[in-house]
Every structure is written in C-alpha cells, then in structure tokens.
C-alpha cells in the first residue's frame, strides 16, 4: 500500500495538505493483467517504447484510479467503489498527482512499485537489480 501525502490548493483557494492510499491486491492486479490485451506489463512495456501518449496518458489514469481507496480506521478493509474513484478523480489532488507521475519518470516508478502487492514489488526490484548487473558485466 502507498500513502501518498499531496499538497493542493482546492476550489476554494485553501492550500490542503491530505494523505491518500493506493493499493492494488493480487486479484486485482491478475484481473488488470488478463483484461489487457497482451498482459499489463507487455502492455506498460509497449507503451513506454512506442512513446504512445494517448495511451501512457490512459494507463497512468487507470492505474491512479485502479489503486485509489479510502483505508478503514482499524487498517481491515480498503474500500474501493466507482464512486470513490471518481470522487477523487474530481479534486486538485487527483490532477497534482496525474500531472507528477507523467512529468516524473522516478515518481511514476516508485507510484507502480508501491501500489503493488509486497511480494510483487520485492520481485521487480529483483529482476531490475538483475538486468542492471547483467548490462554492466556486458560493459566490463
């Protein structure tokens, strides 16, 4: 789960600092990898070389609102509906956000590695750590 702490100036011209959570559980992480054509991350992988920005601007949209709920008190449920989604979607915090993950290659990186599940996470670091030791023993 990622707790992510936004700065925004809201309709009313107040300067809010909120604390937002974004998580995604394995079942829905497998559900967004099958409903995609060609798997999410062959997807993600696709978009990112092609420079598609129609599409990046899309994913980085469905992965915001995907991720985005409101955390019970007592840390037991993490509740998730359309509305939710779109309640957020309707603040300046959504648009700071939106606009910091396709501004910023690092925080949309470490946006998709916190709202993975732990040991979904842990695995990419590994296969990153992984590809980056084997390009550089290809340069030594």
Known sequence: MLKKSITYVDYNGDTRTEDFYFNLSEVELTKMEFATNGGLENSINKIIE????????????????????????DGR???????????????????????ELIRDE???RN?????????????VEEQEAQAKKEALSKVV
């Not at 598609?52 to 899309?58: E, G, K, Q, W």
């Not at 946006?111 to 695995?123: C, M, N, T, Y």
């Open 50 to 73: 092609t420079k598609d920005v129609d599409s990046m601007l899309n994913m980085v949209e469905r992965l915001i609102l995907a991720s985005y709920g409101e955390k019970s008190e």
């Open 111 to 123: 946006f998709v590695r916190g709202i993975l599940p732990a040991e979904i996470a842990q695995r």
């Open 106 to 108: 690092n925080s949309a």
């Open 77 to 99: 449920r993490f509740n998730k509906s359309s509305e939710i989604s779109e309640y957020f979607k309707q603040t300046e915090a959504y648009n700071k956000l939106f606009m």
